[in-house]
Structures are given as C-alpha cells and as structure tokens.
C-alpha cells in the first residue's frame, strides 16, 4: 500500500501536549460550555478573524448548524442543491442531506485534492444556493476565484475546515 497521509506521524510532534490537554478536560469533568470551549472559541475567533465562534462536537455538528440557521433564514428550500466535493468525508454530504438538501458532487483538483472550482461552474443550476468547500489536507480549498463564482451566481461558501484549522 502506498502511504498517502500518515496522521500519526503528524501529530507526533505534539502527542504529550494533546494528551495532557485532553486529561486535563477530563478530569475538569466539564465537557460542555466550560471554560476550555469558551477559551477555545475565543482563540479561535481572534486566529481566523472573525467576531463570533462557536465550538461544536464535531464538524457534523457545525454543518447542520450552519444549514439549518440558512433554512430558518429562507435562504435555503427543501429541495435546494449545495455543491460539495466528491471526495469528501461523508459528514459533508450528511449535513447536507440530513437538511432536504440536495448535495451535488463536483470531482476535485487532481494537483490539491481540494474542490475544483473550475468543474464547479458546470454543475450550478437554479436550484443551486451553496457551496460547501472542504479543506482537505491542510490545504486551503477558499479562492478569490471562488468568491467570484459564487457571487455571480448569488451562493453562499460554506467552509468545512474540520481537517485544516490551523
């Protein structure tokens, strides 16, 4: 088998900082909105820009979140299309699904494994109001040339970056 990514050894180098970390919430015995969430989602908040985050139990989570606040919104109908990578983890897909969303798979770009923007344009339709880009690999999958598309179609960018955080 040829290796394509060898997780373990990336996170070798910070294994003994991550298991103390981890026992240290364990023994806190506070898993949900505690005081590491809140240090987390302010950190994080400050390292990607933004004013406001919120942390979740896994990207699913924030998926169906994100969704379905658009739902609420009327920015997305049952029925609608979101483009999402045909390589992606399942998850990606479910969040979609999950929320009478139709995902619509677009092949990735054979150089980055992320999403092609270049296949993308021709799987939009009308129903089409997002897409959902999926950060793989710690590379980053959001381009000017993405914006442009998705402005020109009037879509949203929704970013799944469970994978390439930091």
């Known amino acids: 088998m040829i290796p394509f990514l060898d997780i373990k050894k990336c996170n070798q180098p910070y294994r003994d900082e991550l298991i103390g970390a981890f026992t240290e919430v364990l023994d806190s015995n ?3 909105l505690g005081p590491k969430v809140e240090k987390f989602e302010s950190e994080f908040a400050k390292y990607i820009g933004v004013k406001e985050v919120i942390g979740t139990g ?20 049952d029925g609608d299309e979101i483009i999402v990578p045909a390589n992606t983890y399942i998850a990606s897909i479910l969040g ?3 929320n009478n969303l139709k995902p619509v798979l677009v092949e990735p770009d054979i150089k ?5 923007v270049k296949k ?16 793989l690999y710690g590379k980053i999958c959001f381009s000017e040339e993405m ?9 949203k960018i929704i970013e799944d970056c469970a994978q390439s955080a930091g």
């Open 112 to 116: 980055t494994y992320n999403l092609d």
């Open 30 to 32: 506070s898993y949900i």
């Open 147 to 155: 914006k442009r598309l998705a402005d020109k179609h009037s879509l």
């Open 96 to 98: 979609v699904s999950a």
């Open 120 to 135: 993308i344009e021709e799987k939009i339709s009308a129903k089409t109001k997002a897409i959902l880009t999926v950060h």
């Open 58 to 77: 896994n990207c699913l989570d924030a998926l169906n979140l994100i969704i379905r606040g658009y739902k609420e919104l009327g920015v997305f109908k």
